[in-house]
């Protein structure tokens, strides 16, 4: 499986746009780039994903590199309630399959008041 | 809306006993997963069901077993429980297979596993 590499910890003020990135340069052209994140005592939760195209939802942005190998997750103007472990996840569709998902290490993200 | 629901939500149990975890998934979701995240980890996937039928499968101990049933519930059956199962345990469900935004996977609340 292709496998995802994130650095350990971030820290961001409230209130400022917050980059985590995400490196997958053994990605494949059928894995779709995932991100989820768990705040504390509680499940993980789907932010987004995307394939090729930079996506937006109401939660934050996904920017993918041109060559897919690296991408970074935006969020616009983040708040206390953000700070959480963000999971980059790359999921493969091409085999069908409700298949698990795979969490590496992730970012532990730290929002200062 | 409605969410996944788990029950029970704590359970104690001794070294050597068996544990029931049951996943309630989203109205109208078919497919379930089952999660555990040990003290500090991450979480690791165990097992999913489809339609009732076992989809995929993770690093699920041989002790434990699980299955769907009619009405899409899942139940964990884990027996001859030891120190290290101790951990909480997740169930998501998503809608139907693969196909990308259809199988996001909506998690529960969990299960905290405590064996003494």
């Known amino acids: 499986d292709a496998k995802t590499t994130q650095p350990n910890s971030m820290e961001s003020n409230e209130e400022e746009p917050v980059h985590l990135p995400c490196n997958h340069s053994?990605?494949?052209?059928?894995?779709?780039i995932h991100w989820y994140r768990q705040l504390p005592s509680q499940g993980p939760e789907y932010v987004i994903h995307?394939?090729?195209s930079n996506v937006n939802n109401r939660m934050a942005s996904l920017a993918i590199a041109e060559d897919r190998k690296s991408s970074t997750l935006i969020l616009h103007r983040a708040t206390l309630r953000d700070a959480a472990v963000y999971y980059c996840?790359?999921?493969?569709?091409?085999?069908?399959?409700?298949?698990?998902?795979?969490f590496g290490k992730g970012t532990h993200l730290i929002i200062q008041p | 809306a409605a969410g996944v629901i788990q029950s029970p939500r704590h359970l104690i149990k001794e070294k050597r006993e068996t544990a029931t975890l049951k996943c309630y998934p989203i109205?109208?979701?078919?497919?379930v997963y089952w999660y555990q995240q040990g003290p500090g980890q991450d979480p690791q996937f165990l097992i999913s069901?489809?339609?009732?039928?076992?989809?995929d499968k993770g690093s699920i101990p041989d002790r434990f077993s699980a299955q769907q049933f009619s009405d899409y519930h899942s139940e964990l059956n884990m027996s001859s429980l030891e120190l290290g199962d101790s951990a909480l345990y997740f169930c998501?469900?998503?809608?139907?297979?693969?196909?990308?935004?259809?199988?996001?996977?909506?998690f529960g609340p969990g299960t905290r596993l405590t064996v003494l």
């Open positions: 069901f489809y339609e009732k039928m076992q989809s």
């Open positions: 996840i790359l999921r493969d569709y091409s085999g069908g399959g409700a298949d698990g998902l795979t």
């Open positions: 109205p109208r979701h078919d497919t």
């Open positions: 053994t990605i494949s052209g059928t894995d779709y």
């Open positions: 998501a469900s998503s809608l139907g297979l693969g196909g990308g935004p259809r199988d996001t996977q909506y």
């Open positions: 995307g394939l090729t």
